[in-house]
């Protein structure tokens, strides 16, 4: 099941192609063939007239009013992997999922350190299915953040309590089942399976982390994603979080970080002096760009990279 290149190559000239700019422009999208993606068998979502759709915005190719979750290998080249596995959870405040930019190009990055990455394309709430319809939701005027005095009074996880997140759940959960399952045909490691997301798919991460029965994560990493503070499990896994001063998320807070720490769980925050949000593997000419090389070096100093030959 592993991505071959010749498919990388191809869904990159498949979305730069189709781009008119490379701009905040919503431009409709032929969706992709996506042959490796695995559905997860987690059932439709209620109440959703349309079905899966996909545009380009800011050149990136992405999917809303998903329907059905699937799970997307990418694999080390044989013979390079070292054991470790990252669920990657790609962001868009649970209506559309960045795709390429927090999904496939993150999960092919992973797989050249020999890490074996699963983009996991989960269940979207409802959005209008006209893309133009869409468009205009899309850009409907937005009141201001509230400040953080006024949130996160009940030790909560920031805008998750507002949101029924079962779905979500419920296919981060099959997608760890998944990798379980099959762990010995992709040469994973079981005790050495992780979860990274942006954004929304942050939150998720967060969410599975905090709620999950099922899934016993050895690391997590939110990337750009809510810092309310939380109430921490005694089990919970060890954090790499990565956020920029100039996003919109931050707003001056490190309760997430003080939640871990006190909980005397290790953490690691990165906070870049730009980088804004939705930022991926990086944009030019911002501080924020080295993340992931601190994210494998972090990795590899808490021995999740260390090879396991039993299981490879």
Same mark, same amino acid.
């Given at each position: ?21 490379? +701009? ?62 990252? *669920? ?26 020999? /890490? ?17 319809? &869409? ?35 419920? +296919? ?7 990798? *379980?399952?099959? !762990?010995?045909?992709?040469?994973? +490691?079981?005790?050495? /399976? ?25 690391? /997590? ?13 005694? +089990? ?42 939705? &930022? ?26 260390? !090879? ?5």
């Amino acid at each position: 099941m592993n991505l071959t290149k010749n498919f990388i190559l191809g869904l990159f000239l498949f979305y730069v192609s189709s781009a008119v700019a490379q +701009d905040g422009t919503i431009y409709p999208l032929k969706a992709p063939a996506e042959p490796n993606a695995i559905p997860l068998g987690t059932g439709g979502v209620a109440d959703q007239p349309s079905t899966e759709t996909w545009f380009l915005q800011w050149g990136d190719p992405m999917a809303r009013n998903i329907t059905t979750a699937t799970l997307t290998p990418f694999l080390p080249e044989p013979g390079k992997g070292n054991g470790a596995a990252v *669920i990657v959870a790609p962001g868009g405040g649970y209506r559309w999922l960045s795709m390429g930019n927090e999904g496939w190009e993150v999960a092919e990055a992973l797989a050249k350190q020999g /890490i074996a990455a699963f983009v996991l394309k989960y269940r979207l709430f409802p959005t209008p299915e006209s893309l133009d319809d &869409f468009t205009a939701w899309m850009n409907r005027p937005r009141s201001a953040p509230a400040p953080p005095s006024d949130t996160n009074q009940n030790n909560e996880t920031p805008r998750l309590p507002q949101m029924d997140l079962s779905n979500q759940l419920e +296919d981060a959960e099959a997608a760890y089942a998944m990798i *379980i399952s099959r !762990a010995k045909e992709w040469g994973v +490691d079981t005790d050495r /399976i992780g979860m990274i997301g942006f954004s929304a798919g942050a939150g998720l991460t967060m969410h599975s982390t905090l709620n999950s029965q099922t899934m016993k994560l050895a690391f /997590i990493g939110p990337i750009y994603g809510g810092m309310g503070p939380v109430e921490v499990p005694k +089990d919970a896994p060890p954090m790499f979080n990565v956020i920029a001063t100039d996003d919109f998320l931050f707003r001056g807070q490190f309760g997430i970080i003080e939640s871990w720490y006190k909980a005397g769980i290790p953490v690691e925050l990165h906070l870049y002096q730009n980088g804004g949000h939705g &930022f991926g593997l990086g944009n030019p000419n911002r501080t924020s760009n080295r993340w992931f090389d601190a994210f494998i070096h972090w990795l590899d100093v808490n021995g999740f990279l260390k !090879a396991d030959s039993g299981n490879r």
